[in-house]
């Protein structure tokens, strides 16, 4: 029985460039991705477990470099479905594909976030005009149509950064810190002082994990302080911090 696999998960596979990859929910070499270019703007994606059964199918941006056509692809496009039960057929196959093809994910993800397409033009699914046109309130996708009445609502729309899930690590870039600004860190990340100390005189990634907004937020504090810090892994979210249109996503 296959079963959904977490945005944490997907994240750390797709970080991995030799297949079969390592699943992160049951440790086993066993996961496997799949991508599909079908626009320079769309593509689809499959992640999946042999072992565990865990896997994930959603649309994604295709990094830069895919290049791929149909013909090259080691699976017939109308044997695809949202199971990866096909390609679970043709493991060995797509692994060997993907091993020499994927480099990575490479875009930054809000260059085509869908709170940025708000509203848009669309094609209406009852009369087949050109007059559609679709919103964002929150979560919710709004499709109305002036020319039929045409109307629907639909839930459940994310942007990325309203669906990361993966945890976040400050490590701090300054060479020499005041007692102050080490202070600053301990309280800000809820550290042990001698932790901080300890961590930034040995180059060493600070243990505190934080889901992005918190992340985020923590970053920008200590930046203020005058201290020079990156996220690990680093976030492909460029236009965080200015985006007015983002909703209050999970934090600690």
Same mark, same amino acid.
């Given at each position: 029985?296959?079963?959904?696999?977490?945005?944490?998960?997907?994240?750390?596979?797709?970080?991995? +460039?030799?297949?079969?990859?390592?699943?992160?929910?049951?440790?086993?070499?066993? *996961?496997?991705?799949?991508?599909?270019?079908?626009?320079?703007?769309?593509?689809?994606?499959?992640?999946? +477990?042999?072992?565990?059964?865990?896997?994930?199918?959603?649309s994604i941006r295709p990094p830069s470099y895919w290049e791929n056509g149909e013909t090259e692809e080691p699976v017939d496009r109308s044997n695809l479905s949202a199971l990866p039960i096909r390609l679970e057929e043709q493991k060995e196959v797509i692994d060997a594909y993907m091993t020499l093809h994927?480099?990575?994910?490479?875009?930054?993800?809000?260059?085509d976030c869908i709170r940025?397409?708000?509203?848009?033009?669309?094609? +209406?699914?009852?009369?087949?005009?050109?007059?559609?046109? *679709?919103?964002?309130?929150?979560?919710?996708?709004?499709?109305?149509?002036p020319d039929c009445g045409y109307e629907v609502i639909g839930g459940s729309f994310y942007a990325p950064c309203e669906r990361d899930d993966q945890k976040y690590r400050l490590q701090?870039?300054?060479?020499?810190?005041?007692?102050?600004?080490?202070? *600053?860190?301990?309280? +800000?990340?809820?550290?042990?002082?001698?932790e901080v100390k300890k961590s930034i005189e040995?180059?060493?990634?600070?243990?505190?994990?934080?889901?992005?907004?918190?992340?985020?937020?923590?970053k920008e504090l200590l930046e203020r302080k005058g201290i020079l810090c990156e996220l690990l892994p680093?976030?492909?979210?460029g236009k965080y911090r200015e985006c007015d249109r983002k909703m209050e996503i999970h934090k600690e």
């Open positions: 029985m296959w079963h959904g696999m977490t945005g944490e998960a997907e994240d750390k596979v797709l970080k991995q +460039c030799s297949f079969p990859a390592i699943c992160p929910s049951c440790c086993h070499r066993d *996961a496997h991705i799949y991508i599909v270019k079908y626009t320079e703007l769309r593509g689809g994606c499959w992640i999946w +477990c042999s072992h565990c059964r865990e896997f994930s199918h959603f994927y480099r990575g994910m490479d875009h930054d993800l809000c260059e940025n397409r708000n509203p848009w033009d669309v094609v +209406c699914p009852g009369c087949h005009g050109k007059n559609g046109q *679709a919103w964002l309130d929150g979560p919710c996708l709004f499709l109305r149509c701090i870039l300054s060479g020499r810190l005041s007692k102050e600004q080490i202070l *600053a860190v301990g309280r +800000c990340l809820k550290l042990p002082v001698l040995q180059d060493k990634i600070l243990s505190r994990e934080l889901y992005l907004g918190s992340a985020m937020e923590a680093k976030p492909r979210y």
